[in-house]
């Protein structure tokens, strides 16, 4: 039988995966990254403080504080370091470098928190990579193509890491007993001021737009759950095994970009899904 904990994984990773579609949609219909984070960022915040109240959890303490800033800079500067890699070389190849954060996640809980390393995760690990190596298309490029930019791969490695150190946040909220609804609520409340802050800086404020709301009402729904499933996840699981589950959302969105946006399902696509698979079976306990 099924972990409840893995279960739970799984669900943030359907609902990331789903967040994540749903976000690179509104990007090719021209909703900028700092309307669509000011968009997104006001309909979480209020989410987060009703859910809190309704549970009877809304209090802020030190440690939802301290932690929600924490998480709210991090989730901040790993999109934002994505985007600065993206716009100066090929998402092909940073890509694949963003989607392993959980290998820092891994890396930490295993050394610092006294998490196990076993011959399962490490098959896991290598499958996942394998698994994001071959549906993102790294190493595929035309002849002549130049080579990739440092610039490009460190912002990369700065977002990777950003969003490595975040579940490792997570882990810390979950263990030191922060209520789940209100340690989104902290992140949230951080993130909302420098989201309007980067809008300001980037286009002169946020572009609110009906496209816009309707895209952030999904994206935030399904992250706000993703979240939640993920932070209670962790509560009962280790972060060794339960980050790199969630983190194979990519697999969700490269299922529903070739349903939904009818892009072509290559061999090397079903291979990376069929090596993701066997990555969850990797890290679910026998």
Same mark, same amino acid.
């Given at each position: ?11 943030a ?13 509104? @990007? $090719? ?5 700092g ?10 915040? !209020? ?18 504080? %301290?932690?929600g800033?924490a ?9 934002w ?13 940073t ?17 610092f ?5 076993? !011959? ?19 190493g595929k ?5 130049? !080579?990739?930019? !440092?610039?490009?791969i %460190?912002w ?5 890491? @950003? ?8 882990? %810390?909220? /979950? ?22 802050g ?8 946020? $572009?609110?737009? $009906? ?13 706000l ?7 209670? @996840? ?9 980050t ?17 946006? $009818? ?10 899904? @069929? %090596? /993701?698979?066997?990555?969850?079976? /990797?890290?679910?306990?026998?």
């Amino acid at each position: 039988m099924i972990p409840p904990y893995i279960r739970l994984a799984l669900m943030a990773m359907v609902l990331m995966g789903v967040s994540d579609f749903v976000y690179g949609r509104a @990007a $090719r219909r021209g909703i900028t990254p700092g309307t669509m984070t000011s968009s997104q960022a006001s309909f979480f915040v !209020p989410a987060t403080a009703l859910w809190a109240a309704l549970q009877g959890v809304y209090a802020w303490t030190p440690t939802i504080f %301290l932690l929600g800033a924490a998480a709210g800079a991090l989730t901040f500067l790993g999109l934002w370091g994505f985007m600065r890699s993206v716009a100066l070389g090929e998402a092909s190849v940073t890509t694949p470098i963003y989607r392993i954060s959980f290998a820092v996640t891994s890396l930490v809980a295993i050394l610092f928190l006294a998490e196990p390393m076993t !011959p399962r995760k490490g098959a896991g690990f290598l499958l996942a990579a394998a698994s994001i190596f071959l549906l993102s298309d790294f190493g595929k490029r035309g002849g002549g193509a130049p !080579p990739a930019r !440092p610039a490009s791969i %460190l912002w990369a490695l700065a977002a990777m890491t @950003a969003v490595g150190f975040l579940n490792i946040v997570y882990k %810390l909220g /979950a263990a030191a007993g922060a209520a789940p609804a209100m340690l989104l609520h902290g992140q949230g409340t951080f993130f909302i001021f420098i989201a309007f802050g980067y809008a300001w800086a980037s286009q002169g404020g946020p $572009r609110f737009s $009906r496209a816009g709301w309707a895209h952030a009402l999904v994206t935030g729904s399904c992250l706000l759950g993703g979240l939640m499933a993920l932070v209670a @996840a962790l509560r009962e699981g280790e972060a060794s095994v339960v980050t790199p589950i969630s983190q194979l959302s990519f697999v969700v969105s490269a299922l529903l970009a070739t349903v939904w946006m $009818r892009e072509r399902l290559t061999p090397r696509k079903t291979v990376g899904l @069929a %090596l /993701a698979a066997a990555a969850i079976l /990797a890290f679910t306990p026998t």
